[in-house]
Structure formats: structure tokens, C-alpha cells
């Protein structure tokens, strides 16, 4: 229930933004396309040793710029994106060293398995801003709930069960190998932050580093299940560009 409360507090944080008008009033609304790359991997309970795996992550960026309180500027930023995410283990000995199969001497395909899945994400943000709205440099922090939904896996590994290996595997935990993703609903928390370099004629250029934290397993978590916790754990490093459909009509705004 904890994970509920908290995503609880973040979209009701989101909601208070977007309709706290004590502020100077604004109006903006701009609209755009984002691109980036997403580290990933899965937080298992029991542990699965791994390495971070890499994909791409993308689409569409609407922000909605409600008001300036002092010098903060205040927005709401939702987003539908696909995200390429997923794990990549590490397969190690007792000696930190790779694993190979008995009869492999040339060495040169140690044991190897990745995951990776395709998601569409759906972020919705409150945004905090400091600097120039329409000509110049802002700094910016952003926070608030975020979905998912499972579209698609894939697996790519070398990994044959049974076959024996010229030493022992460091960790015992295998199960996840062979479970498709028992639930497709996925949700969290995301905070970050960036610069946004806006020009009146141009538009928006942004440029953020942001991590998500999964409260959402993707699989089942009761006591008679393998796993007690499979969350995601993503970072992610993307660039936005935006134009504006309204503007407030202020000649002080800078």
C-alpha cells in the first residue's frame, strides 16, 4: 500500500501545480517531440547480478505553463513515449571471472542473457523553472507519477539449460531466464532535471537527465512466488524540442 501512497502524494503535488493561480497568470501551451537513451535494469529480490542494458527512448512532449510564482515558473509536462528497457545479466564464477561451457577452449563465447522489452510510457510531470521563458536559458527540475504498458520481448542469449560449464555460477538464480512478464502494467515514480534554451521564433530546446524508480513489479510477488520484488530502475539522458500553439500575451515576459 505504501507505493500507492506515494504515487498518490506525487499526482496530487502535480495536480496543486497546475491550478495553484497566486502567481503571475500564464497561459502557455507548447507542444513537441522528444529522443533519448535509457539505461536500464531490473531490481530482482532474491539478487540477479547485472549490467546496466542499453535502448532507445522516444515520442511525443505537451507542456502546459500555468503561472510564475516569484522567480519560479510552474508547468505541468506529460509525455507518450516507447521505451526500449529491460536487463542484462552478468554471469560470473566464484572468481569474478566468465563462464563458459565445458569443451569451449578457444573461450571466446562466454555465457551471456538479455531482456529487452518494449513499453510504452506515459510521464506526467510538475516543473519547476528558473531563468528566461522566452529568449535565453532556463534550469528546471521536474517530478511526478509515471505509467506503463507492455507491448512486446525479446530475449538474446547463449545460455542452454543443463549443459554443464567448465566452472560454477556465482549466482544460483536463474528463474528469471524463463519467465515471460506476468504483469504489463507498470508504475512509478520519475524526477529530474536539464536546461531549455527557448527563442521567441524557434521554439524550445531542452536537454535532461531523469531517473525512474518502478513501485510496480513485473512479476507476481506473492509469498508462494519466486520473486518478492522486480522492479525497474531506469535512467535516462534525452533531448526535447518544443513550439509554442499559445502564448500569454504579457510584454514583460522575458
Known sequence: MKRFYI???ISHFSFLISHAQVGEYRTDFAVGVNAGYMISSIGFVPEVPQNKLGGMTGGLTVRYTCEKYFKSICAIVAELN?????WKENIMDMDNQPVFYVGDEAKANPLSYERKMTYVQFPLMARLGWG???KGLQGFVQLGPQMG???SESTNTNVEQGKPTQTTRSSKVVAQDTMSVERKFDY??????GLEFSHPKVGHFIVEGRYYYGLGDIFKNSKSDF????NFGQIVIKATYLFDIVKTKNPKIK
Open 7 to 9: 504515487l498518490f502524494f
Open 82 to 86: 516507447f521505451a526500449q528497457t529491460g
Open 132 to 134: 528566461r521563458e522566452r
Open 149 to 151: 504498458f507492455f507491448l
Open 188 to 193: 512509478g515514480i520519475v524526477f529530474g532535471g
Open 227 to 230: 520473486f518478492g520484488r522486480s
